[in-house]
């Protein structure tokens, strides 16, 4: 059953034509063609797909295209266009906080979230706020640095 | 993923007729949900979407103190409702312990319980807490404790095209009371608890204990009670010695399998040490309660 979804992704109202059976990932990459947001195990857990919903970092593949009506989407594509980087994606690349890149979306989303609400996070939080994230590469060391490290640049301890 | 018919009622009658259709599964977060249709562990025909009624993910405050929490609120919201965590802290914490924050922001108090799962880490503070369900179908409402609720690993007492509305936690108990909730799970985060135990304990103007709820996860079909334990407590002074003792009692109540995730024997100790730091943290609680001015 196809039905018509009009939802704003990246600020911009979109409508399209989504199968009941659709994912809100599915939606994303194969009937909007943004493929930053990536597929890694499907059913919750690692997190790759992440995006914000109404703000809230949630998985894509655990939301039905039907579910999003009316929701405001941000994608990793709606941070910026590729040629200036958002300052979490700038961070992760100085800090080496990046090394197949494959979870990287997904981390930035969770970070930008997390800052969005609390500028100035520890680094228990920071790393509670990615927990939901998997980095196969294991280098969570340095995604946390890099974080951090935008905190302290937007809000300079007193 | 097999076809379904995907419905998105405003009210809960509406509701209530989608589900009637047969072979109807509620939503509210997915999360459990989608996964088990996409995989095929679940059938669903009709899928009805139950985030779009206003009193399924509202929090409220009851006239008594209580709260009125519905089925489908995220674990997010009711971890971040301050009333809610400074009356009820073993609730709201319980809440943002499921998955991460991603799943927090998806699932609910309401899909964790009816998923049924005997790990669902949501359940034992509500059961500590005596919590009542409040349930709609075709017939009108009805209201179940939520510890009896539970009929077996994915199964609850909903009948057919019955749906669960909200959770009720009763008004808040008179001073001298408080609840924790610990699991443990092989992994810090994003893991599922081989086992859980919450405790609540009241205590008298004697600072004897008054009442005890003591419930455990993953160690049963369904979360249970831990009865010898709760009656050892009763009338006795807490002391290191004697919540020992009820953890020793508890693990006797439990009735652990042994499957991938743990052995029963492992299982059965860490509820006797989970169900003794967990009581040995509501003292505390009560110590800092009793301290201050």
Known sequence: ?158 | MQEFVFECPRTIDEAVTAMAAGDARALAGGTDLIPQVREGRRQAWRIVDLKRIPELTAIAVLPNGGFCIGAAATASAVARHAGLAATYPAVAQSAQLIGGVQIQNRASLGGNICNAAPSADAVPALICHDAQAVIAGRSGRRQVAVEALFRGPGQTALEQGEILVSILLPAPAAARSAAKYLRFTPRREMDIAIAGAATCISLDAQGAIAAARIVLASVAPTPIRAPSAERRLIGERPTPALLEEAGRLAAGDARPISDTRSSADYRRSLVAVLTARALADCCRQLEAEAAQP
């Open chain 1, 1 to 158: 059953m196809k039905t018509l979804v009009t939802c704003t992704v990246n600020g911009e109202e979109r409508t399209v034509l989504a199968d009941s059976r659709d994912t809100l990932l599915e939606l994303l990459r194969e009937r909007l063609r943004l493929t930053g947001t990536k597929e890694g195990c499907s059913n919750g857990n690692c997190g790759t797909c992440t995006v914000l919903m109404d703000g809230a970092p949630v998985n894509a593949c655990l939301v039905l295209a039907l579910e999003v009506p009316g929701c405001a989407i941000t994608t990793i594509e709606g941070l910026s266009d590729g040629a200036a980087l958002h300052p979490i994606q700038q961070a992760l690349v100085d800090h080496g906080g990046t090394q197949c890149g494959f979870c990287t979306p997904g981390i930035v989303l969770s970070a930008k979230a997390l800052l969005d609400a609390n500028p100035r996070p520890t680094d228990a939080d920071i790393r509670h706020a990615i927990a939901g994230n998997l980095c196969r590469c294991t280098g969570y060391g340095k995604i946390v640095e890099a974080i951090a490290a935008v905190a302290a640049a937007a809000a300079p301890e007193r």
